[in-house]
């Protein structure tokens, strides 16, 4: 593997286990596809260093086991303080 890669693969897996960081995380701060971190992390990684590779798994494990809540929180932030027409329609106390 070449030098430049293998330095940028152990960068990818120093940086997710200090921050617990997800894939997409990781990838937009180290400037790289997610697909990119998500093959150094499963695949190049193993090669490199077993250990790391280890410890890496398992905070991807606990990431991905969250992301379902994560989408759902996303959802309710974003949602968040908007009423619905009816809602709207209530307070206003208009009735169909």
Known sequence: MRCDISLRVEEEARYI???GATVRDCAKHMGVSKTTVHKDMRV???TLSRGLFE??????DKNRA????RGGMATREKYKG???EVQK???LGIRD
């Not at 410890?55 to 991807?60: A, I, K, L």
């Not at 969250?66 to 809540?69: G, M, V, W």
């Open 17 to 19: 286990l200090r921050t």
């Open 44 to 46: 190049r990684l193993k």
């Open 55 to 60: 410890e890496v798994g398992e905070v991807m």
């Open 66 to 69: 969250e992301r379902h809540l």
């Open 82 to 84: 908007q009423k619905s």
């Open 89 to 91: 329609a209530n307070a």
